[in-house]
């Protein structure tokens, strides 16, 4: 299948800086991505959908501000973080968009906010 | 909107046995898509897989069979000849039509393999 990375793996970082994830299709084109994050022993919650070229469209609750998201080409999409606190610490994962039915995610990002 | 609840928190299982996860769903799509994701502790969803809400024949895949019941809103994984290596955490989840689009996932089960 298609193969989806995500980079950093795990961040620890200070609060009140800015942190980026980066996904990545590595043998396909992606129109869409999806951002998710999890919470310890918690289901996996849509954050916002990423479009190429586009603004992102966030879920309700979500702070487009302070998750700003950036789909800048067809293989990469970016989620910053910024000012992150404690609260952010979660575990975020991206997933992209294959072809018709076909969603693939990324091994997810680790997030320790100090 | 699209709901999915599982209702087993945790399930175990022996090993070679057959498990069945249960999910169940409510949607206001007259198409829509149903899947299962295993995520191992290492944090990766794994997709397992697919069915259709239009699709007449229930979904396998190797050790993997969805079982379908659209009147009821059910769409159970069967695991057959379960193995340690199933272990894990396993989450149902539905998108408005197909897997190209945003997924709601449920709590999901946490499956223990008894040796």
């Given at each position: 299948?298609?193969?989806?990375?995500?980079?950093?793996?795990?961040?620890?970082?200070?609060?009140?800086?800015?942190?980026?994830?980066?996904c990545?299709?590595?043998?396909?084109?992606?129109?869409?991505?999806?951002?998710?994050?999890?919470?310890?022993?918690?289901?996996?919650?849509?954050?916002a959908?990423?479009?190429e070229?586009?603004?992102?469209?966030?879920?309700?609750?979500?702070e487009?501000?302070?998750?700003?998201?950036n789909h800048a080409?067809?293989?990469?999409?970016?989620?910053?973080?910024?000012?992150?606190?404690?609260?952010?610490?979660?575990?975020?994962?991206?997933?992209?968009?294959?072809?018709?039915?076909?969603?693939f995610?990324?091994?997810?990002?680790r997030?320790?906010?100090? | 909107?699209?709901?999915?609840?599982?209702?087993?928190?945790?399930m175990?299982?022996?090993?070679?046995?057959?498990?069945?996860l249960?999910c169940?769903?409510?949607?206001?799509?007259?198409?829509?898509?149903?899947?299962?994701?295993k995520q191992?502790?290492?944090?990766?969803?794994i997709?397992?897989?697919?069915q259709?809400?239009?699709?007449?024949?229930?979904?396998?895949?190797?050790r993997?069979?969805?079982n379908?019941?659209?009147?009821?809103k059910?769409?159970?994984?069967?695991?057959s000849?379960?193995q340690l290596?199933?272990?894990?955490?396993?989450?149902?989840?539905?998108a408005?039509?197909?897997?190209?689009?945003?997924?709601?996932?449920?709590?999901g089960?946490r499956?223990?393999?008894?040796?």
């Amino acid at each position: 299948g298609a193969v989806v990375s995500q980079h950093p793996s795990r961040v620890i970082c200070k609060s009140g800086t800015s942190v980026k994830i980066e996904c990545r299709s590595l043998d396909f084109q992606a129109t869409t991505m999806f951002w998710y994050r999890q919470f310890p022993k918690q289901s996996l919650m849509l954050m916002a959908t990423s479009n190429e070229g586009s603004k992102a469209t966030y879920e309700q609750g979500v702070e487009k501000d302070k998750f700003l998201i950036n789909h800048a080409s067809l293989t990469l999409s970016t989620l910053t973080v910024t000012s992150a606190h404690p609260e952010d610490s979660s575990f975020y994962i991206c997933s992209a968009v294959a072809g018709y039915n076909e969603q693939f995610f990324g091994p997810g990002t680790r997030l320790t906010v100090l | 909107a699209q709901k999915i609840t599982q209702t087993q928190p945790g399930m175990f299982v022996q090993e070679k046995e057959a498990v069945t996860l249960d999910c169940t769903y409510d949607t206001s799509d007259p198409s829509y898509g149903l899947f299962w994701y295993k995520q191992p502790s290492s944090g990766e969803m794994i997709f397992l897989i697919y069915q259709g809400s239009y699709d007449q024949q229930n979904a396998t895949e190797g050790r993997y069979s969805l079982n379908f019941q659209k009147a009821r809103k059910s769409a159970n994984l069967v695991i057959s000849a379960s193995q340690l290596g199933d272990s894990a955490m396993y989450f149902c989840a539905i998108a408005p039509s197909f897997g190209n689009e945003k997924l709601t996932f449920g709590t999901g089960t946490r499956l223990t393999i008894i040796p």
